[in-house]
């Protein structure tokens, strides 16, 4: 039997440290080896999570740059933003592949970082070369990377949506992007907007046009693509239920295409894609298909009438849009399987 490689989890008792611990648990190729929170030193991530218990009982340690634990092989940051830059210098250092999945490193230059989150940079060396990844897009640059950038949810979405167009110069204009998610999208905010009472029955937009991850999906299309495209408009909702992410992107087109043009395009882009479910024309996915899942599905349709694509695509924003991605990066990292531990 091989030997598994050690990894650590920094931010184990957030919602994306419990999916992601659920995955590392189960994985044929990489054993926990630490992990670090610092709101629950001393306890056991079974009393938190007491669906891990029986599977996984170990005791939680409070991070620190000045103990980055040498014994580990790779390392998961589910910290917040801004935090994340404490350690990447560290693990940097020390040669340890880490997997950032605060938005720290998801921009190549760091005035867009200042300018989207509102904070000085103090990694700018590290930010040049780190890898924003996503699998079916990049892959060839993932696997050489040290230090990877997991994308936020809305921008797994809403990338994987927009990107074979974009690639094949048939986007005319700006791509308007409907997007509901469910309310762990937030993360554990003891805010007032997400008590029971305010959600039940209700669906809420927010952050209308100006979402931390607008410009995070323009800089990574315009890089992978080769264009300057930036012409996105975008509303989020928050909506009544746990998890999972519903996009609907509306497209004009440069050119005419029919449904079954459009529809083969992406099976084009996405053939043999493990995680992406390209649905047959006239279907489009729900949140209950892929929730649960590191899966995407997308669906496809033309308005002839103005010359527009409708792409539909449906993620899990814990897993896909967060944990399951990481761990799908580290596996390209790593030279695993893609999809060893989810599968």
Not at 87 to 94: C, D, Q, R, S
Not at 102 to 116: G, K, L, T
Not at 167 to 188: H, Q, R, T, W, Y
Not at 290 to 309: F, L, P, Q, R, Y
Request: aromatic share 10%; glycine share 8%; net charge neutral.
């Amino acid at each position: 039997m091989k030997e598994k490689i050690k990894v650590s989890v920094y931010g184990a008792t957030g919602f994306t440290g419990r999916e992601l611990l659920k995955i590392l648990y189960g994985h044929p190729s990489m054993q926990i080896n630490r992990i670090y929170s610092r709101t629950h030193e001393g306890r056991n991530i079974s009393d938190i999570f007491p669906s891990l218990k029986g599977m996984l009982d170990m005791k939680l340690t409070a991070p620190s740059t000045e103990e980055i634990d040498d014994n580990s092989d790779a390392v998961f940051l589910a910290l917040p933003h801004e935090t994340s830059m404490k350690y990447v210098p560290v693990l940097a250092k020390k040669k340890i592949l880490a997997v950032d999945m605060s938005a720290d490193y998801r921009f190549s230059d760091y005035r867009e970082y200042e300018e989207v989150y509102g904070i000085p940079h103090s990694d700018r060396e590290n930010l040049k070369k780190a890898v924003y990844g996503i699998p079916e897009i990049n892959p060839e640059e993932i696997e050489k990377a040290d230090l990877i950038a997991n994308p936020g949810c809305y921008a797994t979405a809403v990338i994987l949506s927009l990107y074979p167009l974009i690639k094949e110069g048939v986007l005319k204009g700006p791509a308007f992007a409907d997007a509901k998610s469910g309310i762990s999208g937030a993360g554990k905010k003891l805010h007032d907007e997400f008590l029971f009472a305010k959600r039940y029955e209700n669906i809420t937009p927010y952050k209308v046009n100006s979402h931390r991850h607008m410009k995070e999906i323009t800089s990574f299309l315009k890089h992978a693509a080769g264009v300057k495209w930036d012409n996105l408009v975008f509303c989020p909702h928050l909506i009544p239920v746990e998890r999972g992410i519903l996009a609907n992107i509306y497209a004009p087109l440069s050119e005419e295409l029919d449904c079954d043009e459009l529809h083969n395009l992406y099976a084009k882009y996405y053939a043999k894609k493990l995680f992406i479910n390209i649905y047959p024309e006239g279907k489009f996915p729900q949140t209950s298909d892929t929730v649960g899942t590191n899966n995407c599905g997308i669906g496809t349709a033309v308005s002839k009438e103005h010359n527009a694509a409708v792409i539909i695509a449906s993620i899990d924003n814990l897993i896909k849009g967060a944990s399951g991605q990481a761990v799908q990066n580290m596996n390209i990292a790593m030279g695993f399987g893609e999809s060893e531990g989810m599968r």
